[in-house]
């Protein structure tokens, strides 16, 4: 019923910036919050920032300064601008989504498939 498409993922030497994207399409009714999580091997997934529909933004303490997390309402989309990347950062990076679909009165946790960034040199 509802897709996450991201992209932008790839390869940065450290110091380098990428953007992601993330679009969600389907039987949307609403969206509402969004935000991208990250899991690196062998380490649980992890919270990297958050944005509310009214433009609320919630950041991991590692990001904060670096990271900013934007949104397109009007195209259902989602934007992660990572600059001043670390080595540290590498993971497999997951959108995700709170949407109501029509005709359901619940509201749905939806996940991308994933994109890989890696940082190194």
């Known amino acids: 019923q509802v897709q996450l498409v991201e992209s932008g993922g790839g390869l940065v030497q450290p110091g380098g910036s990428l953007r992601l994207s993330c679009a969600a399409s389907?039987?949307?009714?609403?969206?509402?919050?969004m935000g991208w999580y990250r899991q690196a091997p062998g380490k649980q997934r992890e919270l990297v920032a958050a944005i509310t529909s009214g433009g609320s933004t919630n950041y991991a303490d590692s990001v904060k300064g670096r990271f900013t997390i934007s949104r397109d309402n009007a195209k259902n989309t989602v934007y992660l601008q990572m600059n001043s990347l670390k080595p540290e950062d590498t993971a497999v990076y997951y959108c995700n989504a709170e949407v109501s679909v029509p005709g359901i009165p619940v509201v749905g946790d939806y996940w991308g498939q994933g994109t890989q960034v890696t940082v190194s040199s």
């Open positions: 389907g039987s949307i009714f609403s969206i509402y919050a």
